[in-house]
């Protein structure tokens, strides 16, 4: 990495000498301390001269003092890495500053001045992935949330908005692309095979959203014209080799702008805009303001190397990053704690956006899956936070399922509250009042309470409680009056730092099944806003089914307390397609967790093979939706709902149930599998559906039968001409010990060499196994040739996917614990977001019985002793062993 003082630094500037032996102090911030920033940049222009080794950057601030600032006269520019290589203020050598750790600080005497400053940068060796770092030859930026202070000296912080112009110069061969946010205005040739770039971004923004990219680009082109008639100019830039798999990020691309307008109203604002396809990526994609910079892996799809789930997910965060334009970079957040304010909605916004572009209830399921497996045991464990936290150490620790996931349930319960008009009328309230400015979660709120006709006093409590809200429900029949009461009780758990917390507002759709003729008077709203409340339902001769958080309405754990015969009404009955599938799952989860502690209930196995039976024969439901019907909880859901538990226990609970289903349906579930394998390759629902059976058919044939199941699964493989069938059929059979496992996975592998998206599945297909010798394969596949520390998708792929496979993560010796965290330490020094990013799994010790607890805690101990440890992974062991 670069050095933080260079032979430059003027003399005379004692604290600059003393910053690279300054202890770090990881300094919390809190979100009470907000104060304006005392100077603003209403402009700046960036001058850079490319190269992989050296970029020279000349940044020429034009700052003025904010009339709204505490009149500090001191300019205070964030540096991260930075050496001051030579600082101008009007033109003449700038007096009087001083280093305060890897921070400059510029004493002014005006109001309004022009300051330059040159920064040496070095993209090669920039491990990190933030700032301006290589991948594969070319040259690209990350910024959100603190990485244009690696770049060059700014303040750094989301609410200084600032007009960019930005000239690029390179080599022509090696940069023949030069891209930056907003429009380009001029190009031209320079000496020696050089050529430059002049980009100007009419729009304000703060630093976190400018980007660059320099490189060896070939683009897919095309244009979308916006409603009120502006062409804009289209392009998904990739690597030569990877443009024909370029079609569906496009399509996907011009579905989001039409659907933007369509939805809610939002038009395009520059007249081009770039998306850049990186292989070194540390999370999904990033926003830039025309430029948005992703991770291959959500922009390269065809049938042959993408499944369907990759096509969906190039869809969702295609979207994702195109409806940030509105939700997040015309309006921006105040601060680093507000991040929710564009991820939440931004998160809404993309799911909403899939459901229209698919199947709504399926989306639905998923969505609600993802929060359970995910954000459910952040909002239990020692990290939760609110979705707009109090303090953090290091901002990249706040990228979480919480802020993001947890933040779109929240608007997605004023959704529900306000209904699809007046919440619409809310949004275009919130964009109309806040476009251009830097706002906070209580500006959307109060935008939503004036707009939309909500009361949303008691409702922030969402925004400020962390932990997810235990609710129950009893239903109380009264014969005389004909009358149903539904009590429902609410308690909000302790989290980190709040003991106590108060009754929130949780908005439940509920429906009262007539048990004989199987229909209901329609849904009701029930708000239940204190810690006990009842609701009674008259007109009824007979006790009702009852039908609870239908769509899952709120993001809650429900404990309906019904029997079991109630729950196989419901998964036969219920006209709501998440409520159908919830029944399901909750009678699952109920025999799981019955059968850790006593065994398997025979009655109630029996019902579910039943209900699943019923779920293969239903003609009313298309196979996307049966797909999902077919899962089983996570085990990491399970965890949350048990006390602290054996997770190998819970799992091979749940792969005995399955087994027990699939040989009580087997024939059904093979003529599925037949019915499934005639239908043709292609994107239509009906097909992707059929693959998706398919597949599901097997996992639950091969918990049965595994030796049947193999050479079903292996024909599926030899048959597939697509990427969802062959995968599907190799995580079955690498979870199977039989001859066609290794050849199979040599064969995927050989057949896809130099493809590294494909890799990954390959790493990943092995990592996430079934086998129980998964551990020794990891370890060998850590030295393959093919595996480097360097690429977070990479590591990811093995790594992750090991973490979160329970059986091998919570191998009884400990092993699983301390391959991630030897992992943690030699990836911390190198890349310490994406090491932080593997705390969590070892983090949940408290879900976990005592002796697997211990050998977890020991590894987070031993990972908290190591010397020089990053800010971001040592925030994470800290508040994990507390
Ligand atoms: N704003 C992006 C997420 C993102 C955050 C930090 C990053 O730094 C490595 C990259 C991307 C989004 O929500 O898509
Ligand atoms: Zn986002």
Excluded at 88 to 115: I, R
Excluded at 493 to 516: C, E, H, N, Y
């Amino acid at each position: 990495m670069d050095i933080a003082r260079t032979p430059s630094n003027p003399a005379g500037n004692p604290e600059m000498a003393d910053a690279a032996v300054e202890p770090v102090d990881p300094a919390t911030i809190f979100r009470k301390n907000y104060t304006p920033p005392s100077w603003l940049v209403p402009e700046i222009r960036l001058d850079f001269d490319l190269g992989t080794e050296l970029t020279k950057c000349v940044a020429t601030l034009k700052v003025e003092r904010n009339p709204a600032g505490d009149g500090d006269q001191t300019l205070h520019l964030c540096g991260d890495n930075l050496a001051v290589m030579s600082l101008k203020v009007d033109g003449a050598d700038a007096e009087g500053w001083s280093m305060s750790g890897s921070n400059l600080l510029l004493p002014l005497t005006g109001t309004s001045h022009e300051v330059t400053i040159e920064t040496h940068l070095h993209p090669a060796t920039n491990s990190q992935l933030m700032g301006l770092y290589a991948s594969s030859g070319m040259l690209c930026t990350q910024c959100e949330a603190e990485g244009f202070r690696r770049i060059t000296f700014f303040p750094d912080r989301p609410d200084v908005l600032s007009k960019y112009t930005v000239r690029m110069e390179g080599d022509k061969e090696t940069f023949p692309v030069l891209l930056s946010n907003g429009n380009l205005v001029e190009t031209g040739e320079g000496e020696a095979g050089r050529h430059w770039a002049l980009w100007d971004d009419p729009w304000p923004k703060p630093s976190y959203l400018f980007a660059l990219v320099a490189g060896q680009l070939v683009a897919n082109r095309d244009t979308f014209t916006t409603m009120n008639g502006r062409k804009v100019e289209l392009a998904v830039w990739v690597r030569e080799g990877d443009l024909e798999r370029t079609d569906h990020a496009m399509r996907s691309l011009i579905n989001s702008m039409k659907w933007d307008e369509e939805t809610f109203g939002r038009e395009y604002d520059l007249d081009q805009f770039n998306i850049v396809a990186v292989s070194d990526f540390n999370m999904g994609a990033m926003e830039n303001k025309g430029l948005n910079i992703f991770n291959t892996r959500y922009v390269l799809a065809d049938p042959e190397t993408a499944t369907d789930g990759d096509y969906d997910g190039v869809e969702g965060v295609v979207g994702h990053e195109y409806f940030h334009n509105w939700s997040g970079n015309r309006i921006t957040c105040r601060d680093w704690f507000q991040l929710s304010l564009k991820e939440g909605f931004t998160v809404l916004r993309d799911q909403m956006f899939s459901a229209d572009m698919g199947s709504e209830p399926v989306k639905r399921i998923e969505d609600v899956r993802v929060l359970r497996a995910a954000q459910f045991p952040e909002d239990s464990g020692p990290l939760a936070h609110p979705i707009r936290p109090d303090s953090y150490q290091e901002i990249s620790n706040f990228y979480t399922a919480t802020v993001y996931n947890k933040g779109a349930e929240v608007i997605r319960m004023m959704h529900t509250m306000a209904g699809p008009e007046a919440f619409r009328k809310g949004t275009d309230l919130y964009f109309e009042r806040h476009d251009g400015e830097a706002a906070t979660c209580e500006d959307f709120v109060k935008a939503m309470e004036d707009g939309a006709g909500l009361d949303l006093a008691q409702f922030r409590l969402w925004y400020e409680q962390a932990g997810t809200p235990k609710v129950t429900m009893r239903a109380e029949f009264d014969q005389s009056e004909g009358a149903v009461t539904l009590h429902f009780t609410q308690k909000v758990p302790a989290t980190p730092g709040q003991p106590s917390k108060k009754a929130m507002p949780i908005p439940i759709k509920v429906a009262l099944f007539d048990r004989d003729t199987k229909a209901h008077d329609g849904e009701k709203l029930l708000i239940v806003d204190k810690d006990k409340a009842e609701f009674t339902f008259k007109g009824f001769t007979r006790p009702p089914v009852i039908s609870a958080n239908r769509g899952f309405t709120a993001p809650i754990q429900l404990d309906a307390e019904q029997g079991d015969d109630d729950l196989v009404f419901l998964a036969a009955n219920d006209d709501d397609a998440f409520a159908r599938y919830e029944a399901l799952q909750q009678l699952v989860t109920r025999e799981l967790l019955g059968a850790i502690e006593n065994g398997p209930d025979e009655k109630r196995r029996t019902a579910i093979a039943d209900a699943m039976g019923a779920v293969l024969d239903d003609t009313q439901i298309d196979d996307l939706m049966r797909g999902e019907l077919m899962m089983m909880p996570a085990v990491t859901f399970l965890l949350e709902l048990a006390a602290p538990a054996d997770p190998v226990a819970l799992h091979d609970a749940r792969e005995r149930l399955k087994g027990y289903i699939g040989s009580r349906l087997r024939d059904r579930l093979i003529a599925l599998h037949e019915r499934a394998s005639a239908i043709g390759y292609s994107l239509s629902a009906e097909a992707r559906g059929a693959r998706k059976v398919k597949t599901q058919a097997l996992v639950l044939l091969s918990a049965a039968d595994a030796k049947e199941a193999a050479a079903r699964a292996e024909a599926q493989y030899r048959a597939a001409d697509n990427m969802t069938d062959r995968q599907g059929a190799l995580m079955v059979l690498a979870g199977i010990d039989c001859p066609a496992r290794a050849e199979l996975l040599e064969d995927f592998r050989k057949r896809f060499e130099g493809n590294a998206l494909v890799t990954d599945k390959w790493f990943a297909l092995q990592a996430g196994s079934l086998d129980p010798m998964v551990l020794d394969t990891v370890e060998a596949l850590s030295n393959h040739a093919d595996f480097t520390i360097k690429n977070p998708n990479r590591v990811r792929s093995l790594y992750m996917t090991m973490a979160v496979n329970q059986p091998a993560f919570h191998e009884e010796s400990g092993r699983g614990y301390r391959m991630i965290a030897d992992l943690v330490l030699k990836l911390d020094p190198l890349n310490a977001q994406t090491a932080a990013r593997f705390i969590p799994a070892l983090g949940r010790w408290r879900k976990i019985e005592p002796k697997r607890a211990a050998m977890m805690r020991a590894e987070l101990e031993r990972i908290a002793k190591a010397e020089g440890l990053s800010k971001d992974t040592r925030e994470q062991v800290t508040k994990s062993l507390d």
